[in-house]
């Protein structure tokens, strides 16, 4: 039986966090939250494991973390500007 495992990414920042999903393998986004941080972002990803007692994303809670819908997409998007930034001054 495969473990499924909630993705959660948090800006440490802003002190928020998004349920991203379910998955069994979580290799393709722990490596691209380890590249935000390597960029420089303050951001973090848990990978807990879906239990009785976590069986609905609306049951995860963070102390001292607000819940901000569209993180995920929002973090993706900085990272992609800020690589692209990398490109820009590369060209020059």
Do not use: H
């Not at 993180?71 to 990272?79: F, I, S």
Request: glycine residues 6%.
């Amino acid at each position: 039986m495969n473990t499924k495992y909630w993705l959660i990414i948090k800006d440490e920042a802003k002190k928020t966090f998004e349920v991203c999903g379910q998955v069994t393998n979580d290799n393709s986004f722990a490596n691209e939250t380890y590249a935000m941080r390597k960029a420089g972002m303050l951001v973090s990803g848990v990978t807990p494991p879906v239990t009785a007692k976590t069986s609905s994303k609306e049951l995860i809670k963070f102390v001292g973390y607000e819940k901000e819908e569209g993180l995920y997409a929002r973090l993706q998007k900085q990272y992609r500007d800020l690589s692209m930034q990398g490109y820009e001054d590369w060209e020059e």
